[in-house]
């Protein structure tokens, strides 16, 4: 398995550079090849060396065969480097970019965490400022029995001020979202009024 913390890329190794090189060569020797052909051509009708331009006729085709052949077969040695190059780099960037979605997911997680852990610090801040300047739980409970009695709304879901969120909160009741948990919020508060003027 390649190294994952850079990007892969594709990049040549000794073996395709040979191979590169050899086709190079070869295509140099065809193109030469295909002009000592053109030059017997022009040779023969200039002197008429018909018998002697055969035999090199001959032995050229013959050289230009050879040399297709060796050429096909680079290009072939040069397609399954290319494949084999392709498919390595593909398995390369698949596992780069499982290490990167790890480490990405491990840096949201570490970055919540750190979130959450500010929230938590600003929320007990809050309600240390809150708890400092309320009255008591028999009073604030009070005021809230009074504000959901009298609260009216068109809608199935409630919406209530933030003061009477933070009522809520330092009551430790939950917070009913619905209309229909209306009447067992309020039972809560009578509940807890209740305990709170028995044990005082």
């Not at 040549?12 to 000592?36: F, G, H, V, W």
């Not at 084999?84 to 390369?92: G, T, Y």
Request: with cysteine; charged share 25%.
């Amino acid at each position: 398995m390649a190294n994952t913390t850079i990007q892969p890329t594709l990049q040549d190794d000794t073996s395709t550079a040979k191979i590169l090189a050899k086709i190079k060569q070869l295509e140099t020797n065809m193109a030469r090849l295909y002009i000592r052909m053109g030059l017997f051509e022009c040779d023969e009708r200039l002197t008429g060396h018909l018998l002697q331009n055969a035999k090199n006729r001959l032995a050229t085709s013959q050289r230009k065969d050879q040399l297709l052949i060796e050429l096909n077969q680079e290009y072939e040695r040069l397609a399954r480097k290319r494949l084999d190059q392709c498919n390595s780099l593909m398995l390369d960037w698949q596992s780069y970019q499982q290490d990167q979605k790890k480490t990405r997911q491990s840096d949201i997680v570490k970055r919540q965490i750190e979130f959450d852990r500010q929230l938590d610090v600003l929320d007990e801040e809050k309600r240390r400022n809150w708890v400092s300047h309320t009255q008591n739980i028999s009073e604030i409970s009070n005021q809230l029995l009074h504000y959901l009695k009298h609260y009216s709304t068109d809608s199935s879901i409630l919406t209530f001020p933030t003061n009477v969120l933070d009522q809520f909160w330092v009551l430790q009741i939950q917070i009913p979202v619905l209309q229909a948990e209306l009447p067992l919020t309020i039972d809560a508060l009578n509940q807890l009024l209740s305990k709170d003027q028995v044990e005082s």
